[in-house]
C-alpha cells in the first residue's frame, strides 16, 4: 500500500551539494516543505570532485532504496512506528561518529527521486557509484526518524580520501 501525502512525508538526509544553498538543492530538492537540522551515524570523507561521501557503520542500514519510489515511501512509513531514542545509541556511540546535514521532507517523491537517482548514478539493480539507503536520522528531541540517504561505499573503496573530524561539510 502507497500511502497518500496527507499520511506523511517522505524524508530525505542531505549532508553536500543538496543542503540549502549548494547548487544542487535548488535543482533537486526546491519542492521540500520543510527543512530542518539533524545528523546520522557514519563517517563522513571529502573527495577530491568537489562533494563529500559517507561511511556508515555496520548494521545502520535499515532497507536499501528501490526503483519503486511508492515502496520506498511505504518502507519509511512502516519505519515511522518503530522510534529508537538517543539513549538507545549510548551503547553503540563508542566507534560512531555523527554527520551532520540536513533533513528535508517531501509531500511525495514521484518525479523528483528518479531524478536524483540518476543525477546519484544510484541504480538498485546494476552498478552505482552512490547509493540510497533508509537509516535513522536524529533531530534534537530525543527521538530519531527514517530518512534515506545517499552513501558511497563504492567510492570509498580502494580510496583514501580524507576524513572530516567535525561531520560537516563546508
Known sequence: MVPSPTEGVFRLFVYGT???????????CATTIRIRM???RG?????????????LPTGEVLERGSRDPGWDWARQRALEMTRVSHQDLREHEVSCERVQGEL??????????EALDRFEEFDPIGTSRFERVLVRAYLDDPLSVPAWVYVGSTILNGH????????RWQ
Open 104 to 113: 528535508l521532507d517531501f509531500l511525495n517523491p514521484d518525479g523528483w527521486l
Open 38 to 40: 539533524a545528523w546520522i
Open 160 to 167: 583514501d580520501f580524507p576524513w572530516v573530524p567535525s561531520g
Open 18 to 28: 543538496l543542503k540549502k544553498g549548494f547548487p544542487n538543492h535548488d535543482r533537486f
Open 43 to 55: 563517517r563522513l570523507f571529502e573527495t577530491p570532485w568537489g562533494h563529500p561521501v559517507v561511511e
